[in-house]
């Protein structure tokens, strides 16, 4: 069983924007601090963004800074990632990926399949 599905993403035209989920299965995601990254064609892998797991504590890449918005609802085992203002080169795959730790260390221990996010006129 995969422990993390993505969902959420789709095409969009630039400048708009898009909310991605990630559901986590068969373990106490509260425990954890949680990740996105991503992965375009021929790119390397990009984190873009990660929070502690009480929630209270966020870090986000240059590249998205102002325009994405990490949250979690621990109650229902979901990460959330808003994407707004959307940009061509935002195009890629997204993963969550769950962090050792209850504090951001930009490891990842575990991710998921990841959903396709597309910008494009």
């Known amino acids: 069983q995969v422990p993390l599905v993505e969902s959420g993403g789709g095409l969009v035209q630039p400048g708009g924007s898009l909310r991605l989920s990630c559901v986590a299965s068969g373990f106490t995601m509260s425990r954890y601090a949680m990740n996105w990254f991503r992965q375009a064609p021929g790119k390397e892998r990009e984190g873009i963004s990660c929070?502690?797991?009480?929630?209270?504590?966020?870090w986000y890449a240059d590249s998205v800074k102002g325009r994405f918005t990490i949250s979690r609802d621990n109650d229902k085992n979901t990460l959330y990632l808003q994407m707004n203002s959307l940009k061509p080169e935002d195009t890629a795959v997204y993963h969550c990926?769950?962090?050792?730790?209850?504090?951001?260390?930009?490891?990842?221990?575990?991710w998921g399949q990841g959903t396709q996010v597309t910008v494009s006129s």
């Open positions: 990926a769950t962090d050792p730790g209850s504090q951001c260390s930009y490891d990842y221990d575990s």
């Open positions: 929070i502690s797991s009480s929630g209270g504590s966020t």
